[in-house]
């Protein structure tokens, strides 16, 4: 019985470093690999503050990530922002918000900053993504202060970067990326926009497998950490 309560001490206390260590890496803008959950997605996506990303933190996610670059705002900012489900704003018959590993889709309005051409390369992402950033900032500051007309005065859709909403209860409500993220900018005192995309396997395309991606967070220097460790230091 020493023996387990050894073993699980040491695993609580790693489980608490790796939450310190994302966080100072999150204070310092810097992205942070977040493995969510076996029984769900099970899925590793790198994660940046929004307001942090540049050309090259881009380059990072497309080049060593591979999946789908987005951007997380809390339900605060989506309803100063006015942003709707997409599964709602779409009348199609092809909608259908019943994924597998959740109740719901959190996807809202892909945009693009009006100062950017095609939106897709790296310096058009990069100015999107630190603008949605500055945006949920400003919300965070003062909610009256930027509403619609003004995200509709900076942005445009449809567009290369995918908005996400948090939920309403934040963890209390879902455990996504999406609100393990946006959980993550709260306690480390960022504003609430974060970029998540997926790690996909280079060879097989499938989701990168968690051994794998903490060896690459290793090799990286960037801090892996699993959602069951967030979901305890910060719900």
């Known amino acids: 019985m020493r023996v387990d309560a050894d073993s699980d001490a040491d695993d609580a ?11 100072d890496a999150f204070r310092a803008g810097d992205p942070v690999c977040v493995h969510d959950f076996a029984d769900r997605e099970g899925e590793t996506d790198i994660v940046y503050p929004a307001g942090a990303v540049d050309e090259a933190a881009v380059a990072h996610m ?16 989506g309803d100063a922002f006015e ?4 599964a709602d704003a779409i009348d199609h018959p092809a909608v259908d918000d019943t994924p597998e590993y959740d109740d719901r889709s959190s996807f ?40 619609p007309a003004e995200f509709a005065a900076e942005f445009r859709a449809p ?12 963890l209390d409500g879902r455990t996504g990326h ?8 709260a306690a480390a005192g960022r504003a609430p926009a974060v970029v998540v995309c997926e790690m996909l396997d280079g ?15 290793d090799r990286r220097g960037i801090p892996y950490v699993d959602g069951t460790a967030l979901v305890e230091a910060l719900r």
Do not use: Q, W
């Open 108 to 147: 809202s309005l892909p945009v693009n900053h009006r100062e950017t051409f095609t939106g897709i390369t790296d310096a058009d992402r990069a100015r999107t993504i630190a603008e949605l950033g500055d945006a949920a900032g400003r919300v965070a500051e003062d909610p009256t202060a930027y509403g």
């Open 62 to 77: 497309r080049n060593d990530a591979g999946g789908l670059i987005c951007v997380a705002v809390d339900d605060a900012v």
């Open 178 to 185: 999406t609100e393990l993220g946006l959980a993550m900018a």
């Open 159 to 170: 567009g290369h970067v995918h908005l996400l909403r948090g939920d309403r209860d934040g």
């Open 83 to 86: 942003l709707p489900f997409l």
């Open 203 to 217: 060879e097989t395309g499938a989701a990168l497998s968690p051994a794998d991606a903490a060896a690459y967070a």
């Open 13 to 23: 206390a790693r489980a608490t470093d790796s939450v310190e260590r994302a966080l």
